[in-house]
Nanobody, 116 residues
Framework: VQLVESGGGLVQPGGSLRLTCAAS????????MSWYRQAPGKERELVAA????????YYADSVKGRFTISRDNDKNTVYLQMNSLKPEDTAVYYC??????????WGKGTLVTITS
């Protein structure tokens, strides 16, 4: 199983970024996927999750109305569109594939920095 995140970067408050997680090594369309983030000095937290077919989505209260999770099962890819970014969104963002053959898998993360 391999998860590779991309799309992070440095943006100003109010800006947007689109994160991408490319998955391989498992039947992507059979599993829910999620995005987590970890800010400096803080615990890793769940940001958003989507079920295998995309029919059910969860967002943390802190990102509701600003972030959108989506997936393309033909491309084995999950996305996180982030709008109206705030300095408190600064973190390393991780893609997670939960319970794949009984194990959780994580990508290496992509850094998002929001600063003026």
């Amino acid at each position: 199983v391999q998860l590779v995140e991309s799309g992070g970067g440095l943006v100003q408050p109010g800006g947007s970024l689109r994160l991408t997680c490319a998955a391989s090594g498992f039947t992507f369309s059979s599993y829910a996927m999620s995005w987590y983030r970890q800010a400096p000095g803080k615990e890793r937290e769940l940001v958003a999750a989507v079920t295998s077919a995309g029919g059910s989505i969860y967002y943390a209260d802190s990102v509701k109305g600003r972030f959108t999770i989506s997936r393309d099962n033909d491309k084995n890819t999950v996305y996180l569109q982030m709008n109206s970014l705030k300095p408190e969104d600064t973190a390393v963002y991780y893609c997670k594939a939960p319970k794949v053959r009984g194990m959780d898998y994580w990508g290496k993360g992509t850094l998002v920095t929001i600063t003026s």
